[in-house]
Protein backbone atom coordinates (compact mmCIF):
# COMPACT_ATOMS: atom_id res chain seq x y z
CA UNK A 1 0.00 0.00 0.00
CA UNK A 2 1.62 3.43 -1.01
CA UNK A 3 1.47 5.90 2.42
CA UNK A 4 2.96 9.41 1.28
CA UNK A 5 4.27 11.59 4.15
CA UNK A 6 5.21 14.77 4.40
CA UNK A 7 6.63 17.04 6.70
CA UNK A 8 8.81 20.19 7.15
CA UNK A 9 6.05 22.69 7.96
CA UNK A 10 5.88 25.57 10.62
CA UNK A 11 5.25 29.24 11.11
CA UNK A 12 7.92 31.77 9.13
CA UNK A 13 8.09 35.46 8.63
CA UNK A 14 7.33 36.97 5.49
CA UNK A 15 10.52 36.59 2.90
CA UNK A 16 11.82 33.22 5.03
CA UNK A 17 12.12 29.42 4.02
CA UNK A 18 10.92 26.49 4.53
CA UNK A 19 11.98 22.92 3.63
CA UNK A 20 9.23 20.56 2.64
CA UNK A 21 10.07 16.46 2.72
CA UNK A 22 7.37 14.11 1.14
CA UNK A 23 9.00 10.28 1.82
CA UNK A 24 6.79 7.37 -0.03
CA UNK A 25 6.73 4.05 1.15
CA UNK A 26 4.94 0.92 -0.83
CA UNK A 27 6.43 1.77 -3.82
CA UNK A 28 9.72 3.04 -5.74
CA UNK A 29 9.89 6.36 -6.70
CA UNK A 30 11.72 5.75 -10.31
CA UNK A 31 8.41 6.09 -12.36
CA UNK A 32 5.82 7.96 -11.12
CA UNK A 33 5.35 11.68 -11.25
CA UNK A 34 5.20 13.43 -8.00
CA UNK A 35 3.31 16.61 -7.40
CA UNK A 36 2.90 19.62 -4.61
CA UNK A 37 -0.72 20.88 -3.75
CA UNK A 38 -1.73 23.20 -1.79
CA UNK A 39 -5.02 23.96 -0.17
CA UNK A 40 -6.59 26.50 1.65
CA UNK A 41 -10.12 26.73 3.57
CA UNK A 42 -12.70 26.26 0.92
CA UNK A 43 -10.70 26.09 -2.19
CA UNK A 44 -9.75 23.40 -4.28
CA UNK A 45 -6.37 21.89 -4.15
CA UNK A 46 -3.69 23.93 -6.38
CA UNK A 47 -0.89 22.25 -8.11
CA UNK A 48 2.21 23.98 -7.28
CA UNK A 49 4.94 22.28 -8.55
CA UNK A 50 6.09 18.44 -9.81
CA UNK A 51 8.51 16.71 -11.11
CA UNK A 52 9.26 13.13 -13.27
CA UNK A 53 11.23 10.80 -11.00
CA UNK A 54 12.65 9.16 -13.79
CA UNK A 55 14.59 12.48 -15.83
CA UNK A 56 13.61 14.84 -13.36
CA UNK A 57 11.50 16.85 -15.53
CA UNK A 58 10.14 19.47 -13.44
CA UNK A 59 6.77 22.53 -13.48
CA UNK A 60 6.29 25.06 -11.48
CA UNK A 61 2.86 27.64 -11.18
CA UNK A 62 3.73 30.61 -12.09
CA UNK A 63 3.26 32.35 -8.57
CA UNK A 64 5.95 29.98 -7.35
CA UNK A 65 8.51 29.76 -10.36
CA UNK A 66 11.53 31.29 -8.77
CA UNK A 67 10.75 31.21 -5.18
CA UNK A 68 10.22 27.45 -5.10
CA UNK A 69 12.24 24.62 -6.32
CA UNK A 70 11.46 20.97 -6.53
CA UNK A 71 14.12 18.07 -6.51
CA UNK A 72 13.86 14.64 -6.01
CA UNK A 73 15.89 11.46 -4.35
CA UNK A 74 14.76 8.33 -5.93
CA UNK A 75 17.23 6.25 -3.50
CA UNK A 76 15.64 7.52 -0.82
CA UNK A 77 12.02 7.65 -2.17
CA UNK A 78 11.78 11.76 -1.34
CA UNK A 79 10.90 15.00 -2.42
CA UNK A 80 11.89 17.70 -1.34
CA UNK A 81 10.19 21.54 -1.92
CA UNK A 82 12.40 23.72 -0.72
CA UNK A 83 10.12 27.39 -0.68
CA UNK A 84 12.42 30.68 -0.55
CA UNK A 85 11.27 34.13 -0.48
CA UNK A 86 7.53 33.22 1.23
CA UNK A 87 4.89 35.16 1.23
CA UNK A 88 1.39 35.52 3.38
CA UNK A 89 -0.35 34.27 0.47
CA UNK A 90 1.98 31.17 0.51
CA UNK A 91 -0.36 29.60 3.73
CA UNK A 92 -2.20 26.38 2.85
CA UNK A 93 -2.07 22.81 3.37
CA UNK A 94 0.66 21.62 1.47
CA UNK A 95 0.49 17.83 0.52
CA UNK A 96 2.38 15.18 -1.77
CA UNK A 97 0.78 13.23 -4.36
CA UNK A 98 1.52 10.35 -6.87
CA UNK A 99 0.72 9.94 -10.40
CA UNK A 100 1.06 7.67 -13.39
CA UNK A 101 4.23 9.04 -15.96
CA UNK A 102 2.21 10.76 -18.76
CA UNK A 103 3.42 12.58 -22.12
CA UNK A 104 1.53 15.70 -21.29
CA UNK A 105 4.02 16.34 -18.30
CA UNK A 106 3.26 16.15 -14.69
CA UNK A 107 1.29 18.62 -14.07
CA UNK A 108 -1.65 16.85 -16.33
CA UNK A 109 -1.05 13.75 -14.31
CA UNK A 110 -4.37 12.57 -12.48
CA UNK A 111 -2.31 12.33 -9.35
CA UNK A 112 -4.29 9.34 -7.18
CA UNK A 113 -2.34 8.46 -3.73
CA UNK A 114 -2.15 11.51 -1.59
CA UNK A 115 -0.54 12.23 1.96
CA UNK A 116 -2.11 13.94 4.42
CA UNK A 117 -0.62 17.38 4.48
CA UNK A 118 1.73 19.89 6.42
CA UNK A 119 0.94 22.90 7.37
CA UNK A 120 2.76 26.24 6.11
CA UNK A 121 1.68 29.57 8.02
CA UNK A 122 3.52 32.92 6.77
CA UNK A 123 3.07 35.62 9.21
CA UNK A 124 4.91 38.12 10.87
Known amino acids: QVQLVESGGGLVQPGGSLRLSCAAS????????IGWFRQVPGQDHEGIAC????????WYRDSVEGRFTISRDNAKNTVILQMDSLKPEDTALYSC?????????????????WGKGTQVTVSS
Open 97 to 113: AIGPIVTAGCETSPYAS
Open 26 to 33: GLTFGDYE
Open 51 to 58: IRSSDGTS
